[in-house]
């Protein structure tokens, strides 16, 4: 799969492993997995963040990072990351104020497996008992040749990246609101050209659905219907739409 943000992704590993980036690419199916999920940075109206499981992958590989794990072999000795930890850390990131436990725990491995079925190592360790969560280090690591490449670095660069898209996103969303409400006042012919141009295929969902939304909210708020069990207690009530 090939989108505007792989490009991206392709920069990224090229700064970390320069001449073996597109061999780390093509082989890594957690890197492939993250192109997959990635998509929303560029596509349009019905693409949206798909931060929980990305923030997942995230709070564990930096968790591993963290402890230098990277630069060792002792992870397999490792207690591993609390749940708690984890959970705070998810929400603490740029739009994973409101995520819940579900990629950590199980959505993240399933998704994972149905995109990859020849791949054995899930993502997540966890022990449901004590509560600890590892990653799946194997995902870690690509062997080319002789070599042994960590690629947990260049994951969190990946996201990081990704992050700094979706916020750019979303301040031209900001911009574009902004920019609505001022043309609205000042010439109105000019604000129906440019709500069309809001309702383009590829910009960003929540842009569509807010324009949508007022579109749809003015069209319908004058309307009114009438009802009732008989013809003499009819009531009258007005059309409302909700979000």
Do not use: C
Request: charged share 25%; glycine share 4%.
């Amino acid at each position: 799969m090939e989108h505007q943000f792989t490009t991206t992704i392709r920069r990224v590993l090229s700064a970390h492993f320069g001449h073996l980036s597109e061999v780390v690419f093509s082989q890594s199916d957690l890197i492939q997995y993250l192109n997959y999920k990635t998509r929303s940075a560029s596509q349009g109206s019905k693409a949206r963040g798909a931060f929980a499981n990305i923030y997942a992958i995230y709070v564990l590989v930096e968790d591993y990072v963290n402890h230098d794990f990277d630069d060792t072999d002792a992870y397999s000795d490792y207690e591993g990351a609390q749940f708690s930890y984890l959970f705070q850390r998810q929400r603490e990131l740029p739009f994973g104020s409101k995520l819940q436990n579900h990629a950590l725990n199980h959505r993240l491995n399933q998704e994972f497996r149905g995109r990859f079925p020849q791949q054995t190592l899930p993502p997540i360790i966890r022990d449901s008992e004590t509560s600890r969560y590892w990653f799946n280090e194997g995902l870690l690591k690509i062997e080319i040749g002789e070599s042994e490449l960590n690629i947990s670095r260049a994951i969190m660069d990946i996201i990081d990246a990704y992050i700094e898209a979706k916020q750019g996103a979303l301040k031209t969303l900001i911009s574009d609101i902004e920019n609505l409400q001022r043309i609205s006042q000042s010439d109105p012919d000019q604000a129906l050209t440019y709500i069309r141009n809001l309702l383009r295929p590829n910009v960003d969902a929540r842009i569509f659905e807010i324009v949508s939304y007022a579109i749809l909210k003015s069209h319908f708020h004058e309307q009114t219907i009438y009802w009732g069990w008989a013809p003499q207690s009819l009531e009258r009530e007005r059309l409302t739409l909700y979000n």
